[in-house]
């Protein structure tokens, strides 16, 4: 069964250093997201994108964050100057269609921020 | 905009008991939802979802919800809780102008032996 598969699933990485995300979406789908958990809340909406750029992104996508899809199957999340308030987990997620009957999660990318 | 409500952050029942997650929406637009499972540190898994026709919708694991459009509900049951049951369960709603997903705050199920 096709699945979005996410790398790597824990990162740990120093306040104020650069971080990618990355998630092999499935493959015929058109839309990618990226969401936050963070610990204890509920999952958040941060960016869509299709048709290589942003579709829509929440307040929470600021200067800091970036997405890009660099080769067709890659999509990824860069943080460029991590925060403490960074950390949290962040799923990546694919659909087919701009319905968003269903958008499929990966398992996720736990990311620390010391 | 779309909005979900989930009632109870936190939900024990005793095995073999009746499972029962409660989940109000805020749609303008029909709307699509959806019940997914997230067990200790892993992702998020689909259970079911309704997006058009029968209101009653079965998923895994014995799960089941109902699309009541006058209440703008859609709660989740579950006729008798097993122990691996015990996990969050997030309510969600669809964006169906196209592009995310509102998740409610998520109902741990807690089963007792």
């Known amino acids: 069964e096709p699945e979005v598969t996410q790398t790597p699933s824990h990162q740990v990485t120093q306040m104020g250093q650069e971080v990618i995300l990355r998630c092999v979406p499935i493959?015929?789908?058109?839309?990618f997201y990226w969401y936050r958990q963070i610990l204890g809340q509920k999952v958040e909406f941060l960016v869509s994108?299709?048709?290589?750029?942003?579709?829509?992104k929440s307040e929470i996508f600021d200067d800091q964050f970036s997405v890009e899809r660099p080769d067709g199957s890659n999509f990824t999340l860069k943080i460029r100057s991590t925060k403490l308030e960074d950390s949290a987990m962040y799923f990546c997620?694919?659909?087919?269609?701009?319905?968003?009957?269903?958008?499929?999660f990966g398992q996720g990318t736990r990311l620390t921020v010391v | 905009a779309q909005s979900v409500t989930q009632l109870g952050s936190h939900v024990s029942v005793s095995e073999g008991a009746l499972v029962l997650l409660r989940c109000n929406y805020s749609?303008?637009?029909?709307?699509?939802l959806f019940w997914y499972v997230q067990y200790p540190n892993q992702g998020l898994q689909l259970l079911l979802k309704?997006?058009?026709?029968?209101?009653l919708v079965k998923g895994i694991n014995g799960f089941e919800a109902e699309f009541k459009k006058s209440e703008t509900s859609f709660h989740l049951t579950k006729p008798s809780a097993h122990m691996s049951d015990a996990a969050e369960y997030f309510c969600?709603?669809?964006?169906?102008?196209?592009?995310?997903?509102?998740f409610g705050a998520g109902t741990r199920l807690f089963v007792k032996a």
């Open positions: 493959s015929n789908h058109l839309y």
């Open positions: 309704y997006t058009t026709g029968a209101t």
């Open positions: 749609s303008s637009v029909p709307p699509y």
């Open positions: 997620a694919s659909s087919l269609d701009s319905l968003n009957t269903e958008a499929f």
């Open positions: 969600a709603v669809s964006d169906t102008g196209g592009f995310k997903t509102i």
């Open positions: 994108f299709y048709n290589n750029e942003i579709s829509e």
